[in-house]
């Protein structure tokens, strides 16, 4: 199970490194742990993803936080659930400027309370927020993600 699990986030992370959307913003994953638990990608500013005052485009900054709790959610809780992106709102804190990072992070408890939530059929909306920071560690900008999870009716 653990060659499958290890060979299943190395292809992820090829996919995710080759994803024409994320190859034209220059965002890059860096890290997937085996248990999709942990996720840390990057981006730097070079011309393609500049905007008209020189800094990160507000675009590619919410691009870089996009799929992956719904990706994170989908490995951990399995088949027998739909994921899905529902919303999302991006705070603009401070102008992007060299590389900014994204730290993902779930933990075991927040999948089984996810899961535990979703168990009656009913869907839930998990919220996650994660920070995008600068090279100084500061936010650049703030993203609040709602994700829609539903346990799937089963097959007749």
Known sequence: MFDSLL???R???FFLNTYL???GAGIRVEHISDDFLAID???PLYRGNKNYVGTHFGGSLYAMTDPFFMV???ENL???YIVWDKAAHIDFIAPGRGTVKAHFRLSAEEIERVRLAAESGKAVYPEYPIDVLGEDGLVVARVLKTLYVRKKKPSI
Do not use: E, S
């Open 78 to 80: 399995g088949k027998n």
């Open 21 to 23: 959307p994320f190859l």
């Open 7 to 9: 060979t299943k986030t």
């Open 11 to 13: 292809k992820l992370h």
């Open 72 to 74: 994170m959610l989908m």
């Open 41 to 43: 990608v990057r981006m």
